[in-house]
């Protein structure tokens, strides 16, 4: 019998490499959308369209969970900026997921975001895995970060909606902050 597995996914070019490693050890995922930490809404959307357009090309099933709000995510990050990923992000998305499969007969779930060197991989790692236990369903743990590289290339030929950050306003930020830095360094007061 072939596992029925839930793929947590952020955007279609980190599904890339997901999908095909996944469907070379004969699992085929259920792409699965939630990301209500992606701001602003223009940029929401370009993702999660990109992802629907992938989704069908390469054949693969996707369910679009709908969740938008600047303020939500403000009112739970604004404490503990430097910490939204592992305090919020991750477990907001992903307990979505897990219910979500729990619910839908799922036998287990993973997430694209092992795939991008850039998140915080073993905490990410440790949300699934309690995640996991508390739902009891199997957390399907790949070091996906191997293919990033090749993943990335495979989208630019295909032409995908390349995102320049994470999803946050903050990972926004954070992506300019050596220039805000150096231009600070130059204001003549």
Known sequence: MLMKLLMHTCCAPCSVYCIDALRKEGIEPTVFWYNPNIHPYTEYKARRDCLKEYAKKVGAEAIF?????LDEFCKNVANDIENRC???CYPKRLTETVRYAKEHGFDAFTTTLLVSPYQKHEELKAVC???A???GIEF????????FREGQDK???AGL??????GCVFSEEDRYRKQIEKDAKNVII
């Open 140 to 147: 399907v743990y790949r070091d996906f970060r191997v293919g």
């Open 133 to 135: 236990k508390e739902f």
């Open 155 to 157: 989208a630019r030929e």
């Open 86 to 88: 592992v305090n919020y």
């Open 65 to 69: 969970k709908e969740e938008y709000g």
């Open 161 to 166: 909606y390349m995102q320049k950050y994470c």
């Open 129 to 131: 895995e309690l995640l």
